[in-house]
């Protein structure tokens, strides 16, 4: 199982960045979805999650209203949309995928993980 992080770079307070997580090795049709970031010195924190099948997104308090996760079936990619983005968002972003359909928000409850892609929001 491969998970591949891409989009994140330097912006500023206030714009917008889309990230994105191609997965491949297996079917994920069973399979929660999502997205942690982690601050310097901190542990993983959870963002956002779906699963591939079913309607349900969750997110973290910090980032609702703000964040939009989503997905493309047919590429087996998914999103996060960031929007009004704050310097207090900058992190290094994961994905990460674990086979339920219970919605964890754990970072120890998720099985595979991408590599993280860096996202710096100046002020």
């Known amino acids: 199982v491969l998970l591949v992080e891409s989009g994140g770079r330097l912006v500023q307070a206030g714009a917008s960045l889309r990230l994105s997580c191609t997965a491949s090795?297996?079917?994920?049709?069973?399979?929660?979805m999502a997205w942690f970031r982690q601050f310097p010195g901190k542990n993983r924190e959870f963002v956002a999650g779906?699963?591939?099948?079913?309607?349900?997104?969750w997110y973290s308090d910090s980032v609702k209203g703000r964040f939009t996760i989503s997905k493309e079936n047919a590429n087996n990619t998914f999103h996060l949309q960031m929007d009004s983005l704050e310097p207090g968002d900058t992190a290094v972003y994961y994905c990460?995928?674990?086979?339920?359909?219970?919605?964890?928000?754990?970072?120890?409850?998720?099985?595979?993980w991408g590599q993280g892609t860096q996202v710096t929001v100046s002020s």
């Open positions: 090795g297996r079917s994920f049709e069973n399979h929660a």
């Open positions: 779906l699963h591939w099948t079913r309607a349900h997104r």
């Open positions: 990460a995928a674990r086979e339920t359909y219970n919605r964890p928000s754990m970072p120890d409850q998720y099985t595979y």
